[in-house]
């Protein structure tokens, strides 16, 4: 890559802004790769960004995007990755050093830092990025597919911290793209799962993602009493953000079971602690991803196991970043937007 070489990048400039611009070509760092970006998922985060909610986190002239999908441009020599290579980012900076780091929770870190919230992310054609928070995608997994696999990953962790096993019932919470993944992901470890949703876009993709709906007009307690013998569910992911999810979590769970806090509750919410007590139920909270769950990931969707397809809604170009936001947060038909940094 030519020093001095433009490209183009999208930047952040405040509460709904985005402005599509160019910038020099960083010069990767020492251990770095400089990645050429070919996809970017837009998840909640960035929609929380684009609100200016992170206003803290995020610099004026930030460039945002932690789920990217990138070809690599140069590598280090003896780092194990060659121009040309397909690979996704694991967008975290860690110390390495504290409580979190020393036990093996660096994703964890009490310094933690998420590259396209803290540090610069991928909304840009090249991006330099540690060798290290990179994994290569196999060849079978076309780029808006390999795009999925952060949030993937998530899915993987998820599942894996609530110790979900064959035969198990398990009850997600929101059927938007983490929810699906998280359904898709329990199913394949064998379980057989429902997912409670109310919009009617997202029941219709569920279903034909083969996958049992609870809707709003229906009672949720009352049908996984049904759907258990009266047991109740082994695992419920609370996926939603939503106080009716937070207060039936509890209600569905049988006796020993689990709940998973997956959605990001910036408030206090009013939970059922008395099902918490009577039933001695488990609860954690589960959060980004570990490598192990990385590397799930990408075999799950590259064995085909983990249907991908459907949940990509649209892709648009880096220039419609401003529209796609506002579309993205208007709800209504829509699953994940991946930007097409190479359109
Ligand atoms: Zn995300
Ligand atoms: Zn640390």
């Not at 695992?235 to 209600?251: D, H, I, L, Q, S």
């Amino acid at each position: 890559m030519a020093r001095g070489a433009t490209m183009r990048a999208a930047f952040y400039e405040g509460a709904r802004r985005f402005r599509t611009g160019t910038a020099s070509v960083p010069a990767p760092g020492p251990g770095e790769a400089l990645l050429r970006v070919r996809r970017v998922g837009i998840c909640g985060t960035d929609l929380h960004i684009f609100q200016g909610h992170l206003d803290h986190r995020v610099p004026r002239g930030g460039v945002i995007g932690h789920e990217a999908l990138a070809e690599v441009a140069e590598a280090p020599a003896g780092s194990g990755f060659t121009a040309g290579d397909r690979v996704v980012v694991e967008p975290l900076w860690f110390c390495g050093a504290c409580r979190a780091c020393r036990m093996g929770g660096s994703y964890l870190c009490y310094n933690l830092k998420v590259l396209g919230v803290d540090l610069p992310g991928g909304m840009r054609e090249y991006w330099p990025v540690p060798v290290g928070r990179l994994l290569k995608v196999p060849a079978v997994l076309g780029d808006d597919h390999a795009a999925l696999i952060e949030p993937l990953s998530v899915a993987t962790h998820d599942v894996r911290r609530a110790r979900v096993g064959t035969g198990d019932a398990v009850v997600v919470f929101g059927g938007g793209p983490i929810g699906a993944l998280i359904a898709m992901v329990a199913r394949q470890k064998g379980a057989r799962v429902v997912v409670a949703e109310v919009n009617p876009f997202r029941l219709d993709m569920l279903a034909t993602l083969g996958l049992q709906t609870v809707g709003p007009d229906q009672d949720l307690v009352g049908f996984v009493n049904d759907w258990t013998g009266g047991d109740g569910a082994d695992v419920a992911f609370e996926v939603t953000g939503n106080p009716k999810a937070v207060r039936a979590m509890t209600e569905v769970v049988r006796v020993w079971g689990t709940v998973s806090i997956v959605a990001i509750h910036s408030e206090p919410m009013p939970v059922n602690l008395y099902q918490m007590f009577a039933r001695e139920l488990s609860m954690h909270g589960s959060r980004l991803y570990a490598r192990e769950d990385w590397e799930e990931a990408i075999r799950l969707a590259a064995s085909g196991a983990i249907t991908l397809g459907p949940l990509v809604s649209r892709t648009i170009p880096l220039e419609a970043l401003q529209e796609g936001m506002e579309q993205a947060l208007g709800g209504g038909p829509v699953m994940k937007l991946l930007v097409d940094l190479t359109a």
